[in-house]
């Protein structure tokens, strides 16, 4: 009997906002801060909603029950990390673990990065070949980074990770290839209180 062989269209794709964190730089949690009149959890829940729908996760941590309540009704799933302070990896690893059961890829996304949209988000997604060793990453600035997509066969790689180094150990491993969709606004994002006040003038 043959194996059939999903589709691309047939993946399961997640997004998942990382939003635990501490804000350290900022001096007071940044996934509260309101940019346009929106939190900016908000804003990137509505984004992952907007792509994903019921497939969208919120990853709080660092008053995890005010990052909750900012980000409004899109987040379908809220996933809170106690060991937030151990770095942005453990939120990534612990994402992975919970959503290994039925997702084929999970799209990670920052609360930080305000100027990241649907369109990106989903053209991240549509370029997806839909093969597990693939991984689709943000191109700018001369760099790769978030927002990124990675299939279920990194899952057990993102699960290992700790500490504040994020993913790109993951990104730079030889098992996988690393493609990329560029979009230069994602170099923009939001680490102290001066950050956001540039923004906005």
Request: charged share 25%; aromatic share 6%; with cysteine.
């Amino acid at each position: 009997m043959q194996e059939t062989v999903p589709t691309k269209e047939d993946r399961v794709v997640f997004a998942a906002v990382l939003a635990a964190g501490r804000s350290h730089r900022f001096g007071r949690s940044k996934q509260l801060e309101n940019f346009e009149g929106k939190p900016l959890v908000r804003r990137a829940a509505d984004l992952a909603h907007e792509v994903c729908g019921d497939r969208s996760v919120l990853v709080a941590g660092h008053e995890s029950a005010a990052v909750a309540a900012a980000a409004g009704r899109a987040p379908r799933y809220l996933i809170v990390n106690d060991r937030y302070a151990d770095g942005i990896g453990g939120s990534i690893a612990l994402t992975a673990k919970i959503l290994s059961h039925a997702a084929d890829a999970v799209l990670f996304l920052f609360a930080d990065q305000p100027l990241i949209t649907a369109h990106h988000l989903q053209a991240l997604i549509d370029t997806w070949s839909g093969a597990d060793d693939e991984i689709m990453a943000t191109a700018f600035a001369g760099t790769t980074g978030p927002p990124v997509l990675f299939p279920r066969g990194a899952f057990e790689a993102l699960g290992e990770l700790s500490g504040d180094e994020g993913a790109k150990s993951v990104l730079r491993d030889p098992r996988f290839d690393v493609r990329t969709v560029p979009f230069e606004d994602a170099a923009v994002d939001i680490d102290t209180p001066t950050d956001l006040e540039k923004l906005a003038d």
